[in-house]
């Protein structure tokens, strides 16, 4: 029913203000709320889309950090790293969930670049997740990494992830694809991400303008 | 016949049949203001039903409105009049992102 009015500005009790699209604070009547659907200005609600929830910026410190209380109201998890950069080279992304560092709990199989840019390779093994090179330590580079975590809070099955990521060299195992599994049936609340999925044991600090997103996607 | 006023607030459930109010036997209850508040994250949608327990007919009164973020809807334009022992029922799509607040008047 496109076409209704709504947000009439010569009303005899003042202008009514019509929602915009994402926002409509206040207290709103069905009359107003039927009129505003009408006149197609009325927010739809967020089944099966995706949402914020945290965020860590990257300062040169560290690199290890978590993200603690997971929300369990989504139906999958994202993590994003963008612009992402390192203090120097050395090793790839390493994941725990749950606080849970028993590397026969985790598994993996990837395909990645490697060391010269006409060059792909493949591994697959046991332990902390492992992914070549990121971000790739060269001051030029910018790195991004995405990691989808599916059906997260169902604390009845295992975790199953997929991850990729990109760089602006081929070679150096710094783009690939990647497979992982936690074999532990349980919610994921905690994510710890570090440097030294690689090399356990040696942190390479995350430096600026590195960002690491998670989001939510649907919702259970 | 006494009259009683009453405000009930909860916090909506993720689906219909957690968070209910109940009519007591051997009254007639009128729903003054039914309000839905999102104080979660993003827009979520409410529904409220009014089951007719003498009928034995469960019916909305609102399905799937949409609420913004920090808006509030009045789900029911007027009054609504309820049987003993009928039953209200207002959810949304995820737990702690609609807050509910009713303001009804029992007559026993």
């Not at chain 1, 200005?41 to 410190?61: F, L």
């Not at chain 1, 790839?92 to 026969?104: A, E, L, R, V």
């Not at chain 2, 007027?78 to 995820?94: I, P, R, Y």
Request: aromatic share 10%; charged share 10%.
């Amino acid at each position: 029913m496109t076409g209704i009015s709504a947000g009439k500005t010569w009303s005899r009790i003042g202008a009514e203000v019509a929602p915009t699209s994402s926002d409509a604070s206040g207290v709103w009547q069905m009359q107003e709320v039927a009129e505003n659907v009408g006149a197609g200005t009325w927010p739809t609600h967020v089944k099966g889309t995706m949402e914020y929830i945290a965020q860590y910026a990257a300062d040169g410190t560290t690199g290890l950090f978590s993200f603690t209380s997971i929300p369990q109201k989504y139906r999958s998890l994202r993590i994003v790293m963008s612009q992402g950069k390192r203090v120097g080279s050395g090793s790839s992304i390493g994941m725990w969930f749950n606080s849970d560092s028993t590397s026969g709990n985790y598994g993996y199989a990837k395909m990645y670049g490697s060391t010269t840019n006409s060059a792909y390779t493949y591994g697959r093994s046991a332990g902390t997740i492992s992914m070549g090179d990121c971000p790739t330590g060269n001051a030029a580079d910018s790195q991004m990494w995405i990691c989808d975590i599916a059906n997260y809070s169902n604390a009845s099955v295992g975790t199953m992830c997929q991850v990729w990521q990109g760089a602006n060299q081929q070679g150096g195992y710094n783009t690939g694809l990647m497979g992982f599994g936690y074999s532990v049936a349980s919610a994921i609340t905690d994510i710890e991400i570090n440097s030294a999925g690689y090399n356990p044991g040696a942190l390479y600090n995350y430096d600026t303008p590195t960002l690491f997103t998670l989001f939510g996607i649907g919702l259970v | 016949m006494a009259n009683t006023f009453k405000v009930l607030n909860w916090s909506a459930a993720a689906a219909a049949g957690s968070n209910t109010y109940t009519v007591p036997a051997a009254t007639t209850a009128i729903v003054l203001q039914l309000q839905a508040a999102n104080v979660g994250s993003g827009t979520h949608p409410v529904s409220a039903t009014v089951a007719d327990t003498t009928a034995g007919n469960t019916e909305f009164i609102a399905k799937a409105v949409s609420v913004p973020l920090n808006a509030a809807i009045g789900l029911v334009a007027g009054k609504q009049v309820l049987e003993a022992t009928d039953v209200l029922d207002v959810f949304s799509d995820a737990v702690s992102q609609i807050d509910v607040t009713l303001s009804i008047l029992e007559i026993s």
